[in-house]
């Protein structure tokens, strides 16, 4: 099984920017997809951005040229390098994974954009 820790949240000013990192237990070359999920009180958790064991990501439109995803393989790491921050990108952020069938989530780190 997987496990995922996400960290690198806070509070920011719009305009600021924030690096989120997930670790996973174990070595995530196996791991075909992985992902950025963000979700508000009261709101489906949302897709923000993913990416292959090859390095192919996506996007969502709403942070298209803000948001860049990158994995490190070496690392077990999974990133979200976050530029030109919106209040509407307050959430709280979940790293996301999908082996054997099995969905697996991180714990979710906080981010607060807010001047």
């Known amino acids: 099984q997987v496990q995922l820790v996400e960290s690198g949240g806070g509070l920011v000013q719009p305009g600021g920017s924030l690096r989120l990192s997930c670790v996973a237990s174990?070595?995530?070359?196996?791991?075909?997809?992985m992902n950025w999920y963000r979700q508000t009180p009261g709101k489906q958790r949302e897709l923000v951005a993913g990416?292959?064991?090859?390095?192919?990501?996506y996007y969502a439109d709403s942070v298209k040229g803000g948001f860049t995803i990158s994995r490190d393989n070496a690392k077990n790491t999974l990133y979200l390098q976050m530029n030109s921050l919106k209040p509407e990108d307050t959430a709280v952020y979940y790293c996301?994974?999908?082996?054997?069938?099995?969905?697996?989530w991180g714990q979710g780190t906080q981010v607060t954009v807010s001047s």
């Open positions: 174990g070595s995530i070359f196996s791991i075909y997809v």
């Open positions: 990416i292959t064991s090859g390095f192919s990501t």
């Open positions: 996301n994974t999908r082996y054997h069938g099995i969905d697996y």
